[in-house]
């Protein structure tokens, strides 16, 4: 859902069909590292539930821990930072203009 937002905010700038590979590039670069991190978190997941995680299953503390690490990261992302980010290196890569810093905070 948070991949088709961003996207949707890119496209809705879009006024010639050349822009679409600028929506594209900015997109993967705001997505991608939040993306693998959601891979990386699923994959740990299935570890915790296999007890497979540093034997993770026998610290309580650090079992809620990591639950509430995961439960932050993938609950309290800031959805309009996002497609602000997106925005500012599209806009960047079709007028050669900088706004803002377009920085991508990778958590």
Same mark, same amino acid.
């Given at each position: 859902?948070?991949?088709? @937002? &961003?996207?949707?905010?890119?496209?809705? %700038? *879009?006024?010639?069909?050349?822009? *679409? #590979?600028? @929506? /594209?590039? $900015? /997109? %993967?670069?705001?997505? !991608?590292? !939040?993306?693998? =991190?959601? &891979? %990386?978190?699923? !994959?740990?997941?299935? !570890?915790?539930? $296999?007890?497979?995680?540093? %034997?993770?299953?026998?610290? #309580? &503390?650090?079992? =809620?821990?990591?639950?509430?690490? $995961?439960?932050?990261?993938?609950?309290?992302?800031?959805?309009? =930072?996002?497609?602000?980010?997106?925005?500012? *290196? /599209? +806009?960047? @890569? *079709?007028?050669?203009?900088? +706004?803002?810093?377009? $920085? &991508?905070?990778?958590?």
């Amino acid at each position: 859902l948070e991949d088709s @937002a &961003v996207l949707d905010h890119l496209f809705s %700038d *879009i006024t010639n069909p050349s822009q *679409i #590979p600028a @929506a /594209f590039e $900015a /997109f %993967d670069t705001v997505r !991608r590292p !939040r993306s693998q =991190k959601v &891979v %990386d978190l699923a !994959r740990q997941f299935g !570890r915790v539930y $296999a007890y497979a995680e540093d %034997d993770m299953h026998k610290d #309580p &503390v650090k079992m =809620k821990q990591f639950f509430a690490g $995961a439960a932050a990261f993938t609950n309290n992302a800031d959805l309009q =930072k996002q497609n602000d980010d997106a925005m500012n *290196i /599209f +806009k960047a @890569a *079709i007028t050669g203009e900088v +706004k803002g810093t377009g $920085a &991508v905070e990778v958590v």
